[in-house]
Structures are given as C-alpha cells and as structure tokens.
C-alpha cells in the first residue's frame, strides 16, 4: 500500500507553508525527526568528543551510529570505508589528489571524465593533468547530454586509472546502468579505479554501493533530507592504499585521514534521525527509498510530457518521464524566452526552481547553452505534489 501523500508532507514543517519547493536537486527539506534530533543533541550532548564524561560519550556514539547508518543507507560492505565531511566537493578532492598520490600518477596514466559531471567531480582529476595525466573526456549522447556505454568504451585501456562519472547529472536527470558500466570498465581497463558521484541519485532510490561494484562513492546529505555534511564511501581495497593529510599522530587510513579537524556532530544526529522518518512513514530504511521511485513518476510524467507538448520547449536530458531512465530533476530551455525569465515567473508564483548552469559548466558548453543563463532545472522529489506542479503549469504557461 503506498503511503498517503499527505502523511509524508505532514512529516516536513517546511511545507506547511504553501511555497513549493522544487529546486531539490539544491538542497532538499528536512522531516521534523531530524530538525529535533539536532536540536536535542545541541541541548544535551554539544561537546567534544572522546573526553570521558556521559555527553562526550554520546557525541562519541553519535558519531559512530552515523557512519553505521550511512554506511547501511547505501549498502556499504563491512570492510568499506565511511568518511564524513563538509560537502561532496571537499571528499572528492581529497579522494582525488589521495589516489593521486597512492599510484604516483604521471604521464603515462589516463582518467575518463564524464562531461555530464557536475564540477565537484571534474576540477578534482582534471588537476591530475598537472602530474601529467591525460584527461579522457566522456562526452554525452549530442542532444541529450545523457553519456552512453557505447561513447565510454573506447576511452578505456590499460593506461586507465580512474572512471569518474555521475549516477545521475544534476542537470539532466538520467539514470545510468552503473552495475553496467562497472562490468565493462574491469573488463577493459583492469587497472582503473570506478569512482561514482551519487549526489544527485541518493535523493530519488536507493543505492546498493557494494553490489554495484564501485569503488568509491559520494553523496550530500542535505540532499537527501539531512543536514549540511557529505559522505565518501570507499571500498575496502582501495581505502586501504590512501593517506590523507591529518595531524602525525591520529592513524592515517580512512576515515580518519580525510576527516581534517572537528566534525558537525550535530549533524550525524540529523542524518541518524533520517532513519526515524523512514520507519515511522514508510517501514524503514529501504522501504523509504524503495518508495520513492513511485512517489516521483506521476510528477516527472506530467511535467515532461506538459514541456514535450511545446514546440519552442527543448527538455535537455532524457525527454521521457520515465522512472527506469530519469528522476524527477528535469532541465529545459525556451527558444527565445531567456531561462532567468522563467525561473523568476515561478519565483513570483510562490514556487522555489532555478536557472543557471547548475555547476555543469562544462556540459552546458557542449550542448551550445549559454552559461550565464543556463537551463531552467525543476527538481522534485518524493514529497513533491502533483498539485505543485500544475501550479508551476499553470505559472509558466503564459510565457512557454
Ligand atoms: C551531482 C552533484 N555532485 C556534487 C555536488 C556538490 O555537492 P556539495 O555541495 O556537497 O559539495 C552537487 C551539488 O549540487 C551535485 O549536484
């Protein structure tokens, strides 16, 4: 039986307030299990860890209880690695110049790019050029911007160190067959590392990292209905082999070698609390997730076909609303109609979305959209309604 509607918005105070908040892909809202939990931990526990005394040591646990929640929220392995942090965009840069430095990368070595990614997963191991690495750009189907199996085969060999590509663009909404993609990378570049950015997926399924077989992996939690912290989940293997850049005498491995002075406690309260939310409404942690994909097709199908049905309207990314090829973050431009137009319409109909180059610069160069004005990016997510989004329909229909 799928869970009312009304029962999940009840959950998010934010909502109560009758704006639509549908630039999620930026940052979603949070249930009221997790705003109280940080508040709680904030009264009661707000101290340095691992001093001894009752209130350290639940900062101590709390900080452990998030790792083990996150490390099952994406189906880590035991032996994986959890490593918490301020943002995906910081883990990845250590994870870059760490694996860098790990396999002394020079110039006979190659790093697969995909352009579909968002800069976070680019800057990073495009600076390997300056060890003298090349870069191997995987660039997206022409028209979609979506990037194909058959585009990232050719670019892979024995020279291959890292495949860096996102399970979903922040911009384009797709899904890609990581399993897949996985499979053909061992097959032809055994000795490249599968480093996956989750950041725009994690919001919308659930992630089962290690039957994936990635090797590492990201996401933001104040995506995914948390607090301002990121997670890197690195397989077993490859963790082992990396250093960081912490004080002489903390161990240097994962996760301590990435986490570089005091971490936000209370935002592991928060992100532990997501798993109250999920069982009170949906059963629990996977059922939540499993949900999502069913609570979004409505919203996604209505809107993509609503944008398909106008002839100056180009959807950029899958133009399906279909829930096996896309999640519901759906970009499109106008022919004439400048993007900052439309998202200011929206804006002053009570309805949170956003124009720009959403940080895929790169991507929006290869598709000939203007950086400075970019896409107009909807992003709903579970909780989402599909009265929100005829009010948008209906906000922007004037000017489409
Ligand atoms: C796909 C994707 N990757 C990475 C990031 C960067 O995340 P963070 O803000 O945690 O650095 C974002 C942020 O929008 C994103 O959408």
Redesign the pocket.
């Given at each position: 039986m799928p869970v009312p509607l009304d029962t999940i918005r009840d959950a998010f105070p934010a909502l109560e307030s009758g704006f639509a908040f549908l630039e999620n892909?930026?940052g979603s809202q949070v249930p009221r299990s997790v705003i109280e939990a940080m508040g709680r931990f904030m009264t009661e526990s707000y101290v340095q860890t691992g001093a001894g005394y009752p209130h350290s040591d639940r900062a101590t646990a709390i900080q452990q209880q998030a790792r083990l929640f996150v490390g099952t929220l994406v189906g880590a392995g035991d032996s994986d690695a959890v490593v918490m942090g301020q943002?995906?965009?910081?883990l990845l840069n250590r994870l870059a110049a760490s694996i860098g430095d790990a396999l002394g990368i020079g110039a006979d070595d190659e790093v697969v790019v995909s352009t579909a990614n968002?800069e976070?997963?680019v800057g990073p191991w495009a600076r390997w050029e300056k060890r003298g690495a090349t870069i191997r750009w995987w660039r997206g189907d022409p028209v979609t911007g979506v990037p194909t199996l058959a585009g990232l085969l050719p670019l892979l060999g024995e020279a291959t160190r890292v495949v860096a590509f996102?399970w979903t663009?922040?911009l384009l909404g797709d899904i890609q067959p990581v399993a897949e993609i996985v499979r053909s990378v061992r097959a032809k570049a055994p000795n490249a590392r599968v480093i996956v950015?989750a950041?725009?997926y994690a919001p919308h399924r659930r992630i089962a990292f290690a039957e994936c077989g990635a090797d590492a992996l990201v996401f933001?939690a104040y995506k995914v209905y948390g607090p301002h912290q990121?997670y890197l989940v690195v397989r077993g293997d490859l963790a082992a082999t990396l250093q960081g850049e912490n004080h002489f005498f903390l161990p240097d491995r994962l996760p301590y070698a990435f986490e570089l002075g005091c971490q936000s406690y209370e935002a592991c309260a928060g992100v532990v609390a997501l798993g109250e939310y999920c069982s009170a409404t949906f059963g629990g942690v996977a059922e939540a997730f499993d949900s999502f994909a069913a609570c979004e097709e409505p919203l996604q199908r209505m809107l993509v076909d609503y944008l398909r049905s106008k002839s100056d309207v180009r959807v950029v990314g899958p133009a399906t609303g279909d829930p096996a090829t896309r999640v519901a973050t759906i970009s499109f431009v106008h022919a004439s109609r400048p993007s900052a137009e439309i998202a200011a319409r929206a804006h002053q109909a009570g309805i949170g979305i956003r124009n720009g180059h959403m940080?895929a610069y790169r991507l929006c160069e290869e598709l000939g959209i203007r950086t400075d004005d970019g896409v107009v990016r909807v992003s709903a997510v579970h909780y989402n309604s599909p009265e929100e989004i005829e009010r948008l329909i209906e906000s922007l229909d004037p000017i489409l």
């Open positions: 892909a930026g943002s995906s965009t910081l968002h976070s997963h996102s663009s922040n950015d950041v725009a933001s990121a940080y």
